[in-house]
């Protein structure tokens, strides 16, 4: 790429930094934002179960 002053810069000098960020948003921040809205639809339908609130208990306990 040539710039203003008649430089040449790589293409992979100005696309990776901004590609490195997205791949790290959809990889890690997408999922920690969404984990909010899965847990708690998750637990709705546990709880709709039958014995729901011991298996959602016995899910929890996992993560400990």
Known sequence: ???????????AEIIDP?????????AVEMHEAARPAAKAALKEKVLAVQNGDRLLKEFESLAA
């Open 1 to 11: 790429v040539k710039t203003v002053v008649g430089d040449r810069v790589s293409g």
């Open 18 to 26: 901004v590609w490195q960020k997205m791949v790290h948003w959809h």
